[in-house]
């Protein structure tokens, strides 16, 4: 149960979500989120026998799942839980990604995906939650889960991305929240698919989720938490290629 004062925090933070980044909502593209079909007209293969394979997925990021090097995708994950990741993020590139996408429609891909399979649960109410194990997996994750999986996402499918954690100590009464930065079609822009997934707080002070809400950040400048600005690229700039 919340205390008055984290049910309080909670909806100012709501608010001003939406009052700074409340622009965003009417710039993002909208489409059905649906798994793309080969010439045949049938679903593409599962990530075992598709054209991507967990293995793959794990080559071109082996530090990242690799077990016990604190990995961006959960750094108390264990190597089985590690491939279990891979394999969803191989089903995912299988499914829904084409060679020809540009990155914004990718972006919007992976956004709308973990919005559509992932319930936002508090941290505490399972091991996994603050990994992308539990957003990938179990399907259930609080806002570091939604953030790894993204970073997972983005990773397998070769979009630059960065994992964001608030700077607590410059930020008073900083919540302990994650989002990402990720590099769309015209440069470095902040994501949160946590708040993208369009929570609000009932009256006992539990998030729960609106369907069909607008994206709250997405291809932001600015976010309402302070973060290390110097340890990631400048909004708008692009990676070195």
């Known amino acids: 149960m919340l205390t008055k004062e984290k049910k309080s925090r909670k909806v100012v933070l709501k608010l001003l979500v939406m009052a700074i980044i409340g622009i965003n909502a009417f710039s993002v593209p909208r489409f059905t989120l649906q798994a793309r079909n080969n010439a045949g007209g049938n ?3 599962s990530a075992s026998s ?3 394979t967990a293995a793959e997925i794990i080559a071109k990021n082996k530090n ?3 077990a016990g090097t604190r990995s961006v995708y959960g750094p108390k994950l264990n ?6 990741v891979a394999k ?5 590139k299988n499914n829904y990604i084409t ?14 995906y973990i919005k559509e399979k992932v319930s936002y649960i508090d941290w505490r109410e399972r091991p996994r939650a603050n990994t992308a194990y539990g957003a990938l997996v179990e399907n259930r994750a609080a806002c570091s889960g939604y953030a790894r999986a993204f970073k997972a996402l983005m990773d397998g499918i070769g979009v630059s991305a960065y994992y964001i954690h608030a700077d607590t100590k410059r930020e008073k009464f900083a919540p302990n929240h994650q989002w990402n930065m990720v590099e769309y079609n015209d440069g470095y822009y902040l994501i949160d698919v946590t ?8 009256s006992a002070g539990n998030l729960i989720d609106i369907p069909d809400g607008d994206d709250l950040v997405y291809h932001a400048e600015v976010h309402p938490h302070i973060y290390d600005t110097s340890q990631f690229p400048a909004i708008g700039s692009h990676s070195k290629k």
Do not use: P, R
């Open 64 to 66: 990242s799942y690799k």
């Open 195 to 202: 708040y993208n997934d369009y929570h609000t707080v009932d």
């Open 99 to 112: 060679d020809d996408m540009d990155n914004d429609t990718k972006i919007k891909i992976a956004n709308d």
């Open 88 to 92: 969803a993020v191989a089903d995912f």
């Open 79 to 84: 190597q089985s839980e590690l491939n279990e």
């Open 43 to 45: 679903s593409v293969k």
């Open 50 to 52: 598709g054209k991507t």
